[in-house]
């Protein structure tokens, strides 16, 4: 269930799953600092199967496996705050779970919001572009193939 | 939220060990102090046992209500079930369910039998009932507050089904003792 309040945390818990340690801790450094948190799980490493689907809508069939590193923190207050990443970045994950948990506080909200998650999207939205860029660059066509199936 | 194992693969091996130790010598005593923090409702050996076996492909049942409940889900993270009867692992955090109502495996595999964790008041192992069987030598005692009162009787049918029946882990405070189905309990010498 996601509350009217917390409607963007989706969108939060994904800019933070894709940022680095070192880039959420310059960010933290100009917003104003967290509360204590304590850990309630983690951060610890495991590995999870990826599926993928032939075609994009074919049977579905297990890809591989990637590492993934999981976190979960609460606040004071009893907030709890999560983090699942893939790869094995350990600060990054509990960096994030505490973020998770101070977004979802009215406190720390919108200097969070401005100071930390929107310059990360930002940030992943420009890289995000680049690599679609690069990648349509090298684009081949296979139109007889495609008009086949 | 409280915390689960601080560290989930050495304290879950030695959660492993206590239970084995305590399967293999039923009736002796074992500890389980890794977890201290604990909330309302569960003791440190039965939720240490508990975290130590269940895990997401296992069905659990449990007593436990409010955040008692929501700690084993999301430590555990194992599917939690209404009947007693389909649960591969149970934590009794009040009072015991029937023995008879639970999953005694099948004669072609009894290992698929419940696990049935009973939160007791107290447990000793100077005095109460004699054990025997395999794992005991001549005798253990035991003795455990807070079972049904009809308990024996239960036992007895339990151990009667023999492949089939249920395993028990008795836990008080930071205190096991397990009675696999092999073990038979006298009020008598």
Redesign the interface.
């Known amino acids: 269930m996601i509350d009217e309040q917390n409607a963007e945390r989706p969108a939060w818990m994904a800019a933070l799953a894709r940022a680095s340690a070192g880039e959420i801790e310059a960010l933290l450094r100009v917003a104003p600092p967290l509360p204590p948190h ?4 983690g951060p ?1 490493i495991g590995l999870t199967m990826m599926r993928g689907r032939a075609g994009g809508d074919g049977a579905a069939f297990n890809l591989g496996e990637a590492t993934l590193t999981r976190c ?1 923190v ?1 606040l004071a207050d ?1 907030t ?1 705050g999560h983090c699942w990443r893939l790869g094995r970045d350990r600060r990054a994950a509990e960096l994030a779970a505490v973020l998770d948990a101070c977004l979802q506080g009215d406190a720390l909200r919108d200097a969070l919001l401005a100071g930390v998650i929107e310059p990360l999207r930002a940030r992943q939205a420009e890289a995000a572009c680049l690599t679609a860029r690069r990648a349509a660059a090298t684009e081949v066509r296979f139109a007889t193939l495609a008009t086949m199936r | 939220m409280k915390p689960g194992f601080t560290d989930p693969v050495f304290d879950s091996h030695e959660g492993f060990s206590a239970l084995m130790q305590a399967m293999a010598r039923p009736g002796r005593i074992q500890r389980c102090q890794m977890l201290r923090d604990l909330p309302k409702g569960l003791a440190s050996a039965a939720a240490a046992a508990l975290l130590t076996l269940a895990d997401a492909q296992t069905l659990v049942w449990t007593d436990a209500q409010g955040e008692a409940r929501e700690w084993i889900a999301f430590h555990t993270g194992a599917p939690l079930v209404a009947e007693p009867g389909r649960a591969q692992f149970l934590l009794a955090t009040r009072s015991m369910p029937e023995l008879a109502a639970l999953n005694p495996g099948t004669d072609e595999i009894p290992q698929d039998s419940a696990t049935l964790i009973v939160q007791v008041q107290a447990l000793d192992d100077e005095f109460g009932w004699w054990l025997t069987g395999p794992g005991i030598e001549v005798t253990h005692r035991l003795s455990a507050q807070g079972l049904p009162a009809d308990f024996l009787q239960q036992w007895a049918a339990n151990t009667a089904r023999f492949p089939r029946g249920v395993d028990l882990v008795l836990c008080a405070g930071e205190r096991l003792a397990a009675l696999p189905r092999t073990t038979r309990i006298s009020e008598t010498c």
């Open positions: 304590l850990v309630i799980r610890e979960s609460s009893g709890l």
